[in-house]
Every structure is written in structure tokens, then in C-alpha cells.
């Protein structure tokens, strides 16, 4: 069971979502006297050889949990997911490549579309539009055009809730670097990251507070930027001075490494994407089982953070949310685009949640099914 006090919900909020309660805790703890200084860690210097042992911790750790090749940079960058939707094409279309592949799989490629052609020629080469995105549109090798700067794919789709099981490799994209928005599923699961040019994740479901952003880029891919990139926004420049060209949300990337360190004691990422695809198991199977209930996604194309379903009318899912959340189930409701009922269940989700949820479920088609 949960070790916080009963007055804590199982927190199902698509982001910022719930940190696992023993960070909670550490924080708590630790807020006012940081490391024995006697000050807060939002009260002391970016420059303080005490805030740069979090950073290397955390960078460190990062590489330990994904095995993340030498040839790569980690970074900490402000503005959250979609200030990368910016960044990326900034950074990647400046040299002699000026156009960037994209896929279309829900809201955030939509927006990252769409702010990307700003700076280059944006190309969608697959979408699951014409489908509501209820399913990965395929990405075939013809589709990549070889001249492009880079392929961007959202790894995991947080409103629809789809996620790629199989990235494209190689054998599609040929040399195109692939760009990766892992925002809602950063360190959920085992990714052999030597696949991807960039990777990006706003802190706020897997890794902390919002606004923050964890970037990673191949070492070679540093140096395109078009001349109009911001110094905060230039990941060669970030890489030189390891993130802190200014000051950076301390307490963020502090919250980022205790959260990479409990990721570490309960048995790093194999053991974490295990208690994910339980988790998401335990609530499609009682989809799977229902003619209550219908997922929104096809089976095989189903997220391991967020699970979408509806229920047969409007009131019935009004009166869903009202009586989930007077049993602590809270923010279950679906994208507003979207509707229905989501229940995003982060790494931080214990089984426990999935399981309340997943007797909630039954319950509530019994009694109104
Ligand atoms: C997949 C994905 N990308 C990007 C974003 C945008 O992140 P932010 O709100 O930090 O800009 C989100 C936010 O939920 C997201 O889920």
C-alpha cells in the first residue's frame, strides 16, 4: 500500500501528474535545509558546487537507466515539451537540409507541426487523422524522403493514447534522424535510444515539475542551428555549458534526479515498463471484457501511460467522473477534444491505482450498464 496519508488520491491527470510519493516525501523533508546547508535548494546558487552534483548526478543517472550511448548530450532546457516543437527545427534546419518529415498522430504533433513551419519546409508524410487517431498511421520507406533533415514522431500520443511499439529504424528512415517527443512516457520503458537523433520530454508526467524539458541529442547533430536560434534555445550552446547558460529551474531538475534515483531503487526501467504494461492490462482488460465500455484506440496500437475509453452516453460519463472522484479516482475526464474517460497512469501509478479504477469500472457498468 501507499505510504502517504489517506488524504492522497490516486491521481490519474494527464500532466503534470503524480510523483512517486516517496520523492513527495523527500522533498518535504529535505525543502528547507537542502544537503545540510541551511538553506533551500531553490535558495542557493546555480553555480554552487552543490547544485552542479545534482545536475551531473542526474544527467549520470540518466545515462545509467537508458544506457544512453557517449555520443549523445543530455540536457535541461526551459520551456517545457513545446518549446521543442521551436527548438528542433531551429536547430536541425540550419544546415544543408531544409526540410523536416513529420507524422500526425494527435494535438501535440498537430502543434509541433505547426510551429515548426516557421522554420522550414515541414513535410506530414503519414497521418491518422482521417481515422480520429485511433490508430498509428504506417511509416514506410518510400515515405522518407532521404533529403530531409529529420523524422518527427511523438512516441507516445497523450490525448488519443497510442504509442509506437516499433520505432522506425533504420531500414525506413535510412539516414534521416529520427526526433522523438517522449513528453508523456520519458524513462517508462526500455528504448534503445542509438535509434533517435533527438529525444525531448517535458518533465511533467514521468520526471517532474512542468516547464522543464529533458533534451537529448546526438553529439554530430550539434552545430546545424539556423542564425536566428536563441543562445537558450541552441543545444550546441547548452551542451557547452552543461545547461546552465542562465539559470535553470533548480528545484526541477533536483525533483528530475530524485525521481531518476527512485526509478533506480525499484529496479531501473525493465522493472518500471513491467508495472506499466500491468497497470494499462489491468484497465483495458476490463474494457476488453465490457460492452459497457469502448477504447478508443485499436488494441494493438494502445499506449502503456494512457488509457481512453467512453462510456455509452454523455450523462453516463458525467456521472462516471462525479462518483470516481468521490472515491478518490481523480481527473479521469478525456481530452476536451476527445471526451470520454482517460486515465493516465504514470510511472508514479501504483498497481493499487489501476486496480481501484479497474473495480470502480466493474462496478459502475453493473450498477449502470
Ligand atoms: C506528447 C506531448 N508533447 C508536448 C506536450 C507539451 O508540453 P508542455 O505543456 O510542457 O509544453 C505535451 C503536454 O502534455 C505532450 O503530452
Known amino acids: 500500500m501507499r505510504p502517504l496519508p489517506n488524504d492522497r488520491v490516486y491521481n490519474f491527470s494527464a500532466g503534470p501528474a503524480m510523483l512517486p510519493d516517496p520523492v513527495m516525501l523527500q522533498i518535504r523533508e529535505e525543502f528547507l535545509n537542502f544537503s545540510g546547508l541551511g538553506a533551500s535548494i531553490i535558495e542557493i546558487s546555480h553555480r554552487s558546487k552543490e547544485f552542479d552534483g545534482v545536475v ?85 520507406r518510400d515515405l522518407v524522403d532521404q533529403d530531409a533533415a529529420y ?46 537523433g533527438v529525444v525531448f520530454a517535458g518533465l511533467q508526467k514521468n520526471l517532474g515539475p512542468s516547464v522543464t524539458a529533458l533534451v537529448i541529442i546526438r553529439k554530430d547533430l550539434c552545430g546545424k542551428a539556423q542564425k536566428i536560434t536563441p543562445p537558450l534555445l541552441n543545444y550546441a550552446t547548452l551542451a557547452e555549458k552543461n545547461s546552465m547558460l542562465n539559470t535553470p529551474s533548480t528545484f526541477n531538475i533536483y525533483v528530475a534526479k530524485l525521481v531518476m534515483e527512485w526509478i533506480k531503487k525499484e529496479g531501473g526501467l525493465a522493472e518500471i515498463e513491467r508495472r506499466n504494461n500491468a497497470k494499462i492490462k489491468t484497465v483495458y482488460d476490463v474494457i476488453d471484457a465490457s460492452k459497457f465500455y469502448t477504447g478508443v484506440v485499436q488494441p494493438a496500437h494502445r499506449s502503456h501511460m494512457n488509457a481512453t475509453f467512453r462510456l455509452p452516453s454523455e450523462e453516463l460519463t458525467a456521472k462516471f467522473l462525479k462518483e470516481a472522484n468521490q472515491q478518490s479516482l481523480y481527473a479521469l475526464m478525456g481530452y476536451r477534444t476527445i471526451g470520454g474517460i482517460r486515465a493516465s497512469m504514470y510511472n508514479a501509478m501504483p498497481l493499487s491505482g489501476a486496480q481501484a479504477l479497474a473495480s470502480f469500472m466493474k462496478e459502475f457498468e453493473r450498477v449502470n450498464g
Open 151 to 196: 523524422l518527427h514522431i511523438t512516441t507516445n500520443n497523450t490525448t488519443s493514447g497510442t504509442a509506437w511499439r516499433n520505432f522506425p529504424g533504420a531500414d525506413v528512415r535510412g539516414d534521416v534522424p529520427l526526433v522523438g517527443d517522449s513528453t508523456s512516457e520519458i524513462l517508462s520503458r526500455v528504448v534503445d535510444y542509438s535509434n533517435f
Open 56 to 140: 551531473e548526478q542526474a544527467i549520470a543517472l540518466f545515462r545509467e537507466l537508458t544506457g544512453l550511448p557517449e555520443n549523445y548530450h543530455v540536457l535541461f532546457v526551459h520551456g517545457g515539451g513545446r518549446m521543442q516543437f521551436s527548438s528542433v527545427p531551429m536547430n536541425l534546419l540550419g544546415g544543408a537540409k531544409k526540410k523536416a518529415l513529420y507524422v500526425e498522430t494527435d494535438t501535440f504533433s498537430s502543434e509541433a507541426i505547426n510551429d515548426a513551419a516557421a522554420y522550414g519546409e515541414v513535410k506530414v508524410i503519414a497521418s491518422g487523422k482521417k481515422d480520429g487517431f485511433s490508430k498509428l498511421p504506417a511509416v514506410t
